[in-house]
C-alpha cells in the first residue's frame, strides 16, 4: 500500500490494540500487584513485542475508570517521611552534585518507607481518563489528541463502549512509515 492511501486509509481501529488484550488491573489492587503486573506483562503488536507504560484502571463491571503509569506508582511509593518535606528539600536529597555519597542516605529507613507505600490501592495514584478517541476516527486525530493532551494512551470507543486502546508508539510507527516509506518494508524484512 502506497503512503498516500495508507494515510487517507487509516483508522484508529486498524492500529489500536483490544481491550482484551491489554493489561488492566482493579482500583483496589495495590501498587505491588501492578508493579509485579508490569513487570510481567507483555503485549504483541504486529509480530512485535512490547511492554506497557501504563496499566488500564478496570471496575469490576470491566468499566474503564483511569490509567496507572509507571511514574505514578514511583510517585505513589515515595516514603512518607519524605512526603512532610518540601519539594525542594526532597530534590536536595537525591542531587549527586551536592551529595555524591547518596547510597548513604538513610537506606535502611528509605528502603522500609518505600515497602510501606507498596500497600497503597492504585485507586490513590491512579489517573482519570481525559479523553478517548472513537474506533472510526482518523489516525491523524489521535496524534492530535495526545499532543494536545501529553498522553502515551489513549481510550478507544465504538458504540460508547470502550473497544481498546491505541499507544503513541503505534501511532508513531505509521508517522515513521508516512515518513520512511520503503525504508520501513526494507527494515523489517530484515528483521524476520
Do not use: C
Not at 503509569?69 to 517521611?81: C, S, T, V, Y
Not at 518507607?113 to 489517573?127: A, D, N, P
Request: glycine fraction near 6%; proline fraction near 5%.
Amino acid at each position: 500500500m502506497n503512503r498516500t492511501h495508507r494515510i487517507e486509509t487509516l483508522r484508529i481501529r486498524d492500529i489500536a490494540i483490544p481491550i482484551a488484550d491489554y493489561p488492566s488491573i482493579h482500583p483496589e489492587a495495590t501498587l505491588r500487584k501492578a508493579i509485579l503486573l508490569m513487570e510481567k506483562a507483555q503485549l504483541e503488536v504486529a509480530g512485535r513485542l512490547s511492554l506497557p507504560r501504563v496499566l488500564l484502571v478496570m471496575s469490576d463491571e470491566d468499566r474503564l475508570l483511569g490509567t496507572v503509569r509507571r511514574r505514578d506508582i514511583m510517585r505513589g511509593l515515595e516514603p512518607r517521611h519524605l512526603l512532610t518535606q518540601p519539594l525542594s528539600y526532597r530534590k536536595k536529597l537525591f542531587d549527586v552534585s551536592l551529595d555524591p555519597n547518596l547510597a548513604e542516605l538513610s537506606h535502611h529507613k528509605t528502603v522500609k518507607g518505600i515497602l510501606e507505600q507498596s500497600h497503597r490501592k492504585v485507586r490513590e495514584i491512579m489517573r482519570p481518563i481525559e479523553v478517548a478517541i472513537e474506533a472510526n476516527d482518523h489516525i491523524i486525530k489521535g496524534i492530535y489528541e495526545m499532543v494536545s493532551y501529553g498522553l502515551t494512551l489513549l481510550p478507544v470507543l465504538e458504540s460508547g463502549r470502550v473497544w481498546g486502546v491505541v499507544r503513541s508508539v503505534e501511532l508513531f510507527r505509521e508517522f515513521s512509515y508516512i515518513v520512511l516509506g520503503a525504508e520501513m518494508d526494507d527494515n523489517d524484512a530484515g528483521k524476520t
